[in-house]
């Protein structure tokens, strides 16, 4: 089994945790060691934890990985992080595009493109986030959001080995509003025949994660819906036994 056919767990910890929350890490990572083989897991701490998250980890099966980068190697840009930065730290992973960030830091299609561009040249793999908003879903654009964000979001160079799409609709993030299965499903479908189209011989493989409110009571239904690869979760992931028990879900499937 290659990393990529693997579904993969990762949780976002967003602006939260302190050093103190490096005991949470630990545990998830003892946890880790029960999953090997089965599912491959990772957090994402803020980035003034990201180097003692990695030491912390090292001999483990827990990945570290980074919320954002910017797109350029080094330079004058005051409170940014570069995707060698990140690399730097230990980190094997980075996220791109949040609709947070594409909300509250006005990011475009094209600058998460070019920081996944970034992460790429800095042997990263970039979690390039999608999604769309409760208006967007309400006019029945959901497909035609998910195509062009694909298309300008997601970098030539993607490979199934550095690059996941987490879809992520944003009206469901920290609402506990998921979407039907059904609807995942056909999301989840449109953007595999989209990837396959655009990424042959990688589309197949590249992971698409689903997140927005998934927890242990509702892991079970998400993972079994074809095409969902595993997921990003925010909220759970900050308690340890939430977070494990959803990748044991996965991990079970
Ligand atoms: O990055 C994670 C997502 O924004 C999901 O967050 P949530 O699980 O708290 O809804």
């Avoid at 690399?87 to 980075?94: L, Y």
């Avoid at 819906?225 to 494990?244: E, R, T």
Wanted: glycine content about 10%.
């Amino acid at each position: 089994m290659t990393p990529e056919t693997k579904p993969l767990v990762a949780g976002n910890w967003k602006m939260n945790g302190l050093r103190s929350s490096l005991d949470t890490l630990k545990t998830i990572a003892s946890g880790a060691a029960a999953l090997v083989g089965k599912t491959d897991m990772l957090i994402c701490p803020p980035a003034t934890l990201l180097r003692e998250a990695t030491s912390l980890c090292s001999r483990t099966a827990l990945r570290i990985g980074a919320q954002d980068c910017h797109s350029l190697p080094s330079g004058a840009h005051t409170g940014e992080i570069s995707a060698a930065m990140v690399a730097d730290c230990g980190a094997t992973f980075v996220i791109v595009g949040h609709s947070e960030r594409r909300d509250f830091q006005s990011e475009t299609d094209a600058i998460v493109r070019s920081k996944a561009a970034a992460a790429h040249a800095a042997r990263l793999v970039a979690i390039v986030c999608i999604g769309e908003t409760g208006a967007e879903r309400q006019s029945g654009e959901t497909l035609n959001v998910l195509k062009r964000q694909l298309a300008h979001s997601v970098p030539d160079g993607a490979t199934a080995t550095n690059t996941v799409i987490a879809y992520e609709p944003v009206w469901a993030i920290g609402t506990g509003l998921t979407p039907t299965t059904d609807d995942i499903r056909e999301a989840h479908a449109f953007m595999r025949a989209d990837l396959v189209s655009r990424f042959p011989g990688n589309g197949t493989n590249m992971r698409i994660l689903y997140g927005g409110s998934v927890k242990a009571s509702n892991a079970a239904e998400l993972m079994a819906i074809v095409n969902v690869d595993g997921a990003l979760v925010g909220g759970a992931s900050l308690k340890a036994d939430d977070f494990l028990a959803i990748a044991g879900i996965y991990g079970s499937l």
